[in-house]
C-alpha cells in the first residue's frame, strides 16, 4: 500500500511563492508517475502538472511559466514550486501517484493541502 502525504500549505500573498511536497510511502510498484491536481472551491478537481514516463514535465495552462514540478527519486518526494500566485489558485492541492503494472493501473491520492491566496 501506498501512502501520500502533501505538506507547504498555507495563507500566501497575492503575488508570493510557495513550495508544496509530497512524501510516498510504503511499498511503491517501480514504474510509476506522479502529478499534482487541486480543486478550488465549488469548482471539480483539476491537474496542474504531471511528471511523464520519461520525467518529461506537463503543465496546465493555468500554470505554465508559473509552476514548477519535480521529485526527487531518492526520497520519494514531489514538489510543486508556485510563483506568482493569484487569487484563482486558492484550492486544495492533491498529489497523485500511479502505479503502472501490467494488471492494471493503480492510483494513490494524498489527503490535500489548503493553498489560499490572500489579497
Known amino acids: 500500500q501506498v501512502q501520500l502525504e502533501e505538506s507547504g500549505g498555507g495563507l500566501v500573498q497575492s503575488g508570493g511563492s510557495r513550495r508544496l511536497s509530497c512524501a510516498a510511502s510504503?511499498?511503491?510498484?517501480?514504474?510509476?508517475?506522479m502529478a499534482w491536481f487541486r480543486q478550488a472551491p465549488g469548482k471539480e478537481r483539476e491537474m496542474v502538472a504531471r511528471?511523464?514516463?520519461?520525467?518529461?514535465?506537463v503543465y496546465a495552462d493555468s500554470a505554465k511559466g508559473r509552476f514548477t514540478i519535480s521529485r526527487d527519486n531518492a526520497s520519494n518526494t514531489m514538489y510543486l514550486q508556485m510563483n506568482n500566485l493569484t487569487r484563482e489558485d486558492t484550492a486544495v492541492y492533491y498529489c497523485?501517484?500511479?502505479?503502472?503494472?501490467?494488471?492494471?493501473?493503480?492510483?494513490?491520492w494524498g489527503k490535500g493541502t489548503l493553498v489560499t491566496i490572500s489579497e
Open positions: 511528471l511523464t514516463h520519461e520525467n518529461s514535465s
Open positions: 510504503g511499498r511503491i510498484f517501480g514504474l510509476n508517475t
Open positions: 497523485r501517484l500511479v502505479e503502472c503494472r501490467l494488471d492494471g493501473d493503480r492510483r494513490y
